[in-house]
């Protein structure tokens, strides 16, 4: 943290954290304070009298917070007495002064303060204008407004955009519009027009399209049409579509029409596809991400169009989405068999089967296939939702069932959050079956959840091991073989780790941890998770409408839906409807105790293969 002390100087609160960037203090019981100042300059406090106009104009000046507070509340309550003094700080060489002037003077009178600032030839000052007539002048903003209607700079002209927003009257529009026609390119600019005219979209869009008439397709006025959220844009974007150049060009065009909400958004996208000749089958693919699922089911051409191109996803992660956003049953028996093959997307085709037809999965388990009942188990125990928890319970309790299913059902059963849950309260019910009890708490005992792990050790017969390890002071010491860390890596860590492009995707990538972490940091990582936790790699607990809980890294976040990375790095699409609350996880998932899955010197060679992945730059 870093505060600009009453003298001037800088102070800079320091705190050292191993692991950059990952929460993790590493000095929390002392700290350094550090204090730059030209050199030979001792630290000493202004004095000002706070009794005075003249002391509270010196104290505004400083560059100290609390003094600027004292002395800001000091000359309001001077009021119109304050005001020559004021004015002489505003007339200053000093811009910054001449701000802190505006503003007060702006209490004194908010219309003499507009005037001033507005007409300053200092475009920071006129910007505090601006900013002043939105909190004091409201009645009469847009006309204040108006003073800057010919503002050539952006700058300014996103500040009267922003300023525009909740105001809907002709004259607002009618300046909103002379804004818009300043438009070259600005990013920022373009946001503020789209912020700005978000309430009042139909207005803006009219009163813009009818002032450009045909350069509405030059390059910065595509822009507009792409932010703005009114409706009359629609065919503007299909024709921007169908003039792209290639397909790539037409990605944002199509994006902009999930942000419309009218029934007519559907119709124009058909009504583009069937002008469109070349690359027709890329464009379907896109289209089917934007159409509306119940406007597609009711057109037999769109229904035809869209299995052909679920056909042709066949093998990748799309079959699965498309299959799911369009609800198609007719693929049901396709999704079991890549379940009972242990394809890659084996959980979300089980996720899908468990919504459209459960009945198949419970066929397969009464059929009393062990290799596919095995298979089926593990999908469902990487679910996690109550109902496939159900499914396992039924078929775990079954005696019937051979006893090492029953097991395994008992092991997937306690994997997920709610599942662990669950089986704590079966494993305290009497008459749970003795034979489940060390399966069902060995895999609670994997948990990362302490007091799940705690909870486990209760039903389980552990060995005496000896898993003390000597100091991360004393390990930091020790010398181990890199090339025998590799493969400590790879048994280990890759089921959660990339390095080089080898392992899975679902904690941090470790390519070049050794440039950004100390070997002591990188014991603490291994011995300590929870200590600290990578900043984008905290984990979730996301509950759905059902009661079905599921943890795991947040991908991306929409008002729509949400993308859940899960462990083994699989990712799954939630639409916000399902879900009920999410909740950030005050512990690590990385694997708690992971250092007693390896002697002491594999852990030490371990260490230094990761010191070894650096940067090659």
């Known amino acids: 943290d870093v505060c600009v002390a009453p003298d001037g ?46 002391g509270l104009i010196e104290a505004l000046k400083n560059p100290n917070q609390a003094t600027r507070y004292l002395a800001w509340t000091g000359l309001q309550q001077l009021g119109q007495a304050a005001k020559p003094a004021l004015m002489a700080l505003f007339e200053g060489p000093d811009p910054v002064q001449s701000a802190r002037a505006l503003w007060l003077l702006a209490e004194i009178n908010a219309e003499d303060a507009f ?36 503002s050539q700079s952006p700058q300014i002209n996103r500040e009267l955009a922003l300023a525009l927003r909740f105001e809907n009257g002709s004259d607002a529009v009618e300046l909103w519009t002379s804004i818009a026609r300043q438009y070259r390119g600005d990013r920022w600019l373009l946001e503020a027009l789209g912020i700005g005219s978000d309430l009042n979209a139909d207005a803006c869009f009219t009163s813009w399209i009818n002032t450009v008439g045909e350069d509405w397709d030059q390059d910065a006025n595509k822009d507009i049409v792409w932010r703005l959220r009114s409706d009359a844009t629609l065919p503007y974007l299909s024709q921007l579509i169908l003039e792209s150049q290639n397909i790539e060009d037409s990605y944002r065009y199509f994006r902009a029409f999930d942000f419309h909400r009218s029934p007519e958004k559907n119709s124009t996208i058909e009504s583009l596809l069937s002008k469109i000749e070349i690359d027709r089958d890329a464009y379907l693919k896109i289209a089917f991400s934007h159409l509306d699922q119940d406007y597609v089911m009711k057109s037999p051409a769109l229904k035809q169009a869209l299995f052909a191109v679920v056909d042709s996803y066949r093998g990748t992660e799309d079959f699965l989405l498309t299959i799911q956003r369009y609800n198609l049953q007719q693929y049901n028996q396709e999704l079991l068999n890549m379940v009972l093959q242990a394809d890659e ?83 305290e019910d009497p008459d749970f079956p003795e034979e489940l009890k060390q399966p069902a708490a060995g895999s609670l005992a994997s948990s990362w959840r ?26 930091v010491l020790m010398e181990g073989d890199a090339a025998s860390g590799a493969q400590v890596f790879e048994k280990v860590c890759q089921s959660c780790h990339v390095v ?19 070997k002591e940091a990188l014991y603490i990582s291994i011995l300590q998770p929870d200590a600290g936790v990578s900043f984008g790699y905290e984990g979730y607990l996301v509950t759905l409408q059902d009661g079905t809980k599921i943890t795991g890294l947040i991908q991306s976040r929409t008002e729509s839906e949400i993308t859940l990375k899960q462990i083994g790095g699989t990712s799954t699409v939630y639409s916000m409807d399902q879900v009920s609350s999410i909740e950030q ?33």
């Open 450 to 475: 302490p007091a799940m792990r705690k909870e486990a050790a209760k039903y389980l017969d552990l060995p005496e091991t000896n898993t003390t390890l000597p100091g991360i002071n004393e390990l």
């Open 9 to 54: 100087s800088l102070f800079i609160s320091d705190w050292y954290d191993p692991g950059v960037g990952g929460h993790l203090v590493g000095d929390q019981q002392k700290g350094r304070i550090f204090r730059i100042a030209p050199e030979r300059i001792k630290y000493t406090i202004p004095e000002y009298d706070f009794e005075t106009t003249e």
């Open 500 to 518: 080089n492009g080898q392992g899975t995707d679902f904690g941090p990538a470790l390519s070049e941890i050794g440039s950004k972490l100390s």
């Open 345 to 427: 997307n084996g959980r979300q085709a089980t996720r899908i089967l468990l919504s459209n037809e459960p009945e198949l999965i419970g066929q397969v388990l009464n059929d009393r296939d062990e290799q596919q009942n095995s298979i089926m188990l593990a999908a469902l125990g990487s679910v996690g939702s109550s109902q496939s928890l159900e499914m396992l319970e039924t078929y775990m309790l079954d005696s019937q069932n051979p006893a090492a299913l029953r097991q395994q059902a008992a092991q997937y059963y306690a994997t997920s959050w709610l599942g662990q849950n669950q089986m704590l309260e079966l494993l």
């Open 115 to 150: 005037e001033l600032g507005s007409t300053s030839d200092n475009e920071d000052l006129q910007i505090a204008a601006i900013r002043i007539a939105r909190q004091k002048l409201r009645p009469k903003l847009v006309e204040k407004l108006q003073h800057f209607s010919t």
């Open 585 to 617: 996880l005050t512990n690590s998932m990385m694997t708690p105790n992971l250092h007693t899955l390896m002697e002491q010197q594999e852990l030490i060679d371990l260490i230094s293969y990761l010191e070894e992945l650096e940067n090659p730059a």
